[in-house]
């Protein structure tokens, strides 16, 4: 078996003319990290790895051995489609090894791979859909505010065909990369986007969300356009979120799904979510990792603020999607905090702990906020006894660093890795005087 | 429906036992078309063997058989020996054929008749046809080639993932059968995976968006029992 797929990939580099083979992986923070080797150094990566110097990607440095092993996942090699005949490139993504082959404890991959393992003992696989938002802007100039494709001028023709055909060769571009594509469309806010995939289990997921982040950029560049996924690049307008549709399948079964159920929500889809609530602000950290996603999960937006569920409610953390025509296979629940600046495989890993940590200790799921919780006020919420997510990424790394849960699942190396290194961007941040400051005070006091 | 072009007797070369080749075996190859060499030794057969080696041998025991069976053992203890070897032996020689199956694919008693030798290598390269027929895979416009793991539809070069193109060779090679999840699963998967049954309908998913939504209709989902490929009562 192993050997027809290492044959698989070497004669197709050899059929399809490939120059380079992109070995791609991913930093602790989610930033997509590649090198690229010849067609002939293929077959020693697909044999041994190939060793680098970790100690250049950011939380792969360790004390004394830096250098770590990139094992090509053979599974997930693909030509890369916009590249033309004449010099072929192909890619996989790579799991990060020790020297001595074992897991390396820094790689996001791995860290994956290991919750999976964790649930699928438990006879669970974990699917995911993520529902994608980014904006299309002119290429950005230091120091200058965004600009929206939509504010005319910055294209001839109309600015909505510009955005749509991109977006349009964007999904065929992903199509192509065995990521199918269930809706995309314009989003309210000017040179907004989203693009809805396909569920999947969760490794194959998160590699798609990095190509998909690695793909949308890319072809807007070839367009002299930039595509962002910061988290609330325009003070005013709804930020990009990153729903992500859950449910845990028990062999052809959908584990959530219960028809008796009035909502069709099994037990362990109930557990699953109580889970969730409960340890929501300790993940949060993962989920919305930057200073800028804080200015996302506030009230008026759409974003999710307090920590409830409901059916139809689009102001909760978790929202259960009314499934077209009963199909028990879209039973499912919806998380609406991550966003996309996130580092998917960290951010499933510490979704999934959460859900499981629930089912293995009989959560209870408190009562559903039903009605609007932004037209509540804080009175009325501690009567329910709704909490808010963090507020900042300051008490978004206070939770986590108290969570056992959450250095359980990233393991030690990751977990300590990622609270110093945030706590070094909030510092920055902290010391930071605003344009909001100067304009409110430097006259005024 | 495939159609496999056969190459005519004219493209192969065999090698033949003895030289100079009695006159109504040189006949019947002659009148049947193969291209034929007759040889007194095996090494003078390699010495001068042909550009893409020889097709196969027609080897004559009746008046020399040890030469004979030198000869086959020569054609025979190759890096690549020659496939379709026949000996012809008088009712006498029938014994020799005894622990020697090695060194024959088929015999054939002589005095032959014509026809009966013809029909014999015809079989003989139809069975070797056979064996390659297996490393090209048509249906409609879809081709798969076993060989160099590429695939292709009307022409145009898929871009698939390992186990995109696994699924696709197991479902072509079995036309309008219906297969379940689970089945399939462990016939193409067979290794940690942690998608579990429903990886099936993920990959099912992407071979339809690959193939493109007009011929999605070549994989079709059977309700509550799994997948088939081609429409039922189709066979390749």
């Given amino acids: ?445 | 429906m495939t159609v496999y072009k056969e190459p005519g007797p004219a493209l192969k070369m065999l090698a033949v036992f003895p030289a100079p080749a009695p006159i109504e075996l040189a006949r019947t190859l002659d009148l049947s078309g193969y291209r034929w060499k007759a040889f007194a030794t095996g090494e003078e057969a390699w010495r001068n063997e042909p550009e893409g080696g020889w097709s196969g041998a027609v080897v004559m025991c009746d008046d020399d058989p040890e030469g004979a069976w030198a000869m086959c053992r020569a054609l025979r203890r190759r890096d690549v020996p020659v496939a379709r070897l026949l000996v012809l032996v008088t009712g006498a020689q029938l014994g020799d054929l005894e622990l020697r199956d090695e060194l024959y694919d088929d015999f054939c008693l002589t005095p032959f008749h014509p026809r009966e030798l013809e029909a014999r290598l015809t079989h003989l390269f139809w069975r070797e046809l056979k064996g390659s027929r297996e490393s090209l895979i048509e249906y409609d416009r879809l081709v798969l080639n076993l060989e160099t793991y590429q695939a292709s539809f009307a022409g145009r070069s898929l871009d698939l993932t390992y186990m995109e193109y696994e699924l696709l060779k197991f479902l072509a090679q079995n036309p309008g059968r219906v297969f379940s999840r689970e089945t399939l699963l462990s016939r193409v998967w067979g290794y940690e995976y942690f998608g579990g049954a429903r990886t099936v309908d993920v990959h099912v998913r992407r071979l339809r968006a690959k193939l493109g939504e007009e011929n999605a209709f070549l994989i079709q989902t059977v309700r509550s029992v799994g997948y088939r490929f081609g429409q039922a009562g189709w066979s390749a």
């Fill in chain 1, 1 to 445: 078996m192993q050997d027809h797929r290492r044959d698989y990939v070497l004669r197709t580099i050899e059929e399809r003319g490939i120059r380079l083979v992109r070995l791609w992986f991913t930093d602790v923070l989610g930033n997509l990290k590649s090198f690229a080797i010849s067609p002939a150094e293929m077959e020693n990566a697909l044999n041994d790895g190939m060793s680098f110097d970790g100690s250049s990607i950011d939380g792969y440095s360790r004390i004394q051995e830096s250098d770590v092993l990139a094992i090509p996942d053979v599974n997930t090699f693909e030509v890369l489609p916009w590249v033309d005949g004449k010099s072929a490139e192909a890619r996989v993504f790579c799991d990060i090894a020790n020297l001595d082959g074992t897991a390396f404890d820094g790689d996001p991959r791995q860290v994956l791979r290991r919750n999976l393992r964790v649930a699928r003992d438990k006879g669970f696989s974990f699917y995911v859909a993520p529902d994608i938002e980014y904006f299309y802007f002119a290429p950005p100039q230091d120091g200058s505010k965004p600009v929206p494709l939509d504010n005319g001028g910055f294209f001839d023709l109309t600015s909505t065909d510009v955005a749509s055909s991109l977006r349009k060769e964007t999904i065929r571009t992903l199509e192509t990369m065995s990521i199918p594509v269930e809706y995309s469309f314009h989003e309210d806010a000017p040179s907004q986007h989203e693009i809805d995939l396909r569920h999947t289990d969760a490794l194959t997921m998160a590699d798609s969300v990095m190509t998909f982040r690695f793909v949308v950029r890319e072809i807007a560049a070839m367009h002299g356009v930039h595509a962002t996924f910061m988290p609330k690049p325009l003070e005013s307008i709804q930020g990009s979120g990153m729903h992500l549709h859950l449910s845990l399948f028990d062999g052809e079964d959908n584990a959530f799904h219960d028809i008796r159920d009035s909502y069709s929500l099994s037990e362990t889809a109930k557990k699953f979510m109580a889970g969730l609530l409960v340890h929501a602000g300790e993940i949060t950290a993962v989920t919305n990792q930057t200073i800028n996603s804080y200015k996302r999960l506030v009230p008026g937006f759409e974003a999710p603020v307090h920590v409830s569920w409901a059916r139809n409610n689009r102001s909760g953390l978790i929202r259960v999607p009314v499934p077209k025509r009963a199909n028990p296979l879209a039973t499912r629940i919806e998380y609406r905090s991550p966003d996309p600046a996130c580092n998917p495989y960290l951010a499933f890993s510490v979704i999934l702990a959460a859900g499981l940590r629930g089912i293995e200790q009989n959560y209870e799921l408190p009562l559903e906020a039903d009605s609007n919780l932004f037209e509540m006020d804080d009175v009325a919420l501690d009567k329910l006894g709704i909490q808010q997510l963090p507020q900042s990424l300051s008490d978004a790394l206070k939770l986590m660093e108290g969570s056992q849960l959450v250095a359980e699942t990233l393991g030690d190396h990751i977990f300590e890795w990622f609270l110093r290194n945030k706590r070094v961007e909030w510092r920055g941040y902290k010391t930071h005087i605003s344009q909001f400051e100067t304009d409110r005070y430097l006259k005024s006091l």
